[in-house]
C-alpha cells in the first residue's frame, strides 16, 4: 500500500512562514502529480497546489500565488510546501496528494497537518 505522511504543521502569527512535507512510504508508485489541498473549519477541501512529476509545471490557487510554493527533493520521495507571508485566512487541516499513473484524478491522501495562522 502506498502512504502519504504530512508534517511541518504548526502554529504561526500573521506574516510568518512554515514548510510542509509529504513524505510517501510503502509500495513504490508512478505519480502524475502531487498536490496540496486544505480544509478550513466549516469550509470544502479547496486546492492550495500542485505539481506535475513529468516536467516539474506547477499551478496555484489564485488565493496562495506569490506566497506558497510547491516543490520536490531530487530524488522525488518528498514534496515540500514553503509557505510565507502567513494569513490568518491560511488557517486549515493541510492534505497532501497523489495521483498515481493511470488514476483521473487525486487518489492517495495523506491524514493532514494543521496549520493556525494568528493575527
Known amino acids: 500500500q502506498v502512504q502519504l505522511v504530512e508534517s511541518g504543521g504548526g502554529s504561526v502569527q500573521a506574516g510568518g512562514s512554515l514548510r510542509l512535507s509529504c513524505s510517501a512510504s510503502?509500495?513504490?508508485?508512478?505519480?502524475?502529480?502531487m498536490a496540496w489541498f486544505r480544509q478550513a473549519p466549516g469550509k470544502e477541501r479547496e486546492f492550495v497546489a500542485s505539481?506535475?512529476?513529468?516536467?516539474?509545471?506547477?499551478y496555484y490557487a489564485d488565493s496562495v500565488k506569490g506566497r506558497l510554493s510547491i516543490s520536490r527533493d531530487k530524488l522525488g520521495n518528498t514534496v515540500y510546501l514553503q509557505m510565507n507571508l502567513l494569513k490568518p485566512d491560511d488557517t486549515a487541516v493541510y492534505f497532501c496528494?497523489?495521483?498515481?499513473?493511470?488514476?483521473?484524478?487525486?487518489?492517495?491522501w495523506g491524514q493532514g497537518t494543521q496549520v493556525t495562522v494568528s493575527s
Open positions: 496528494a497523489a495521483q498515481r499513473q493511470g488514476a483521473s484524478s487525486y487518489d492517495v
Open positions: 510503502g509500495r513504490p508508485f508512478s505519480r502524475v502529480a
Open positions: 505539481m506535475r512529476w513529468s516536467g516539474g509545471s506547477t
